[in-house]
C-alpha cells in the first residue's frame, strides 16, 4: 500500500491512514459513460474516508488511456490486464506478486472451460429470447 501511495502521490498522512484496499474488478472498461466515471469517483472519496485505497482491477487491456488518467487523477491505483509490468500496473503482476496467486496460470488453465461455459449461458439466453 505505501508503494500505491508513493505512485498516486497521497499526502503523507492520508497514506498512513490506510487500512487496507477496495476494488472494483471489471472484465474491461471501454465506456465512456460520465455518470458510471462520477459514481466511481464518488466510491472513491467515500473509500478514503474509510481508510481504503480504491483499486481499479481490469482483467484485459480493454480501457482508454484518457479513462485511466481519470481515475488515476481521482487516486485510484488502476491495474491493467497486461502480463507485463509492475504490480502498480499489470492486474497479473499485482494478483502474482501481492497476493500470492497466478491469475494469468488460472485463466490459461481454464481457458476451454471458460469459453465452453460462457458459449453456453448465452445460447441459453438466446433461446429465452426465442432467437434460437
Do not use: C, H
Request: proline fraction near 1%; charge should be neutral; hydrophobic fraction near 40%.
Amino acid at each position: 500500500m505505501q508503494k500505491a501511495a508513493r505512485q498516486l502521490q497521497l499526502e503523507e498522512r492520508v497514506a498512513k491512514a490506510m487500512g487496507g484496499i477496495v476494488m472494483e474488478v471489471r472484465q474491461g472498461y471501454k465506456s465512456k459513460d460520465s455518470k458510471r466515471q462520477n459514481a466511481d469517483m464518488a466510491n472513491a472519496a467515500e473509500a478514503y474516508t474509510k481508510g481504503y485505497l480504491p483499486i481499479l482491477v481490469v482483467l484485459s487491456n480493454q480501457i482508454d488511456g484518457d479513462i485511466a488518467e481519470r481515475y488515476e487523477r481521482g487516486k485510484w491505483l488502476v491495474l491493467r490486464g497486461s502480463l507485463e509490468g509492475s504490480d502498480l500496473f499489470s492486474t497479473y503482476a499485482f494478483s502474482r506478486e501481492i497476493i500470492g496467486y497466478d491469475l494469468a496460470g488460472f485463466f490459461q488453465r481454464n481457458n476451454e472451460q471458460l469459453k465452453n461455459f460462457t458459449k453456453d449461458i448465452l445460447e441459453s439466453l438466446l433461446r429465452a429470447n426465442g432467437d434460437e
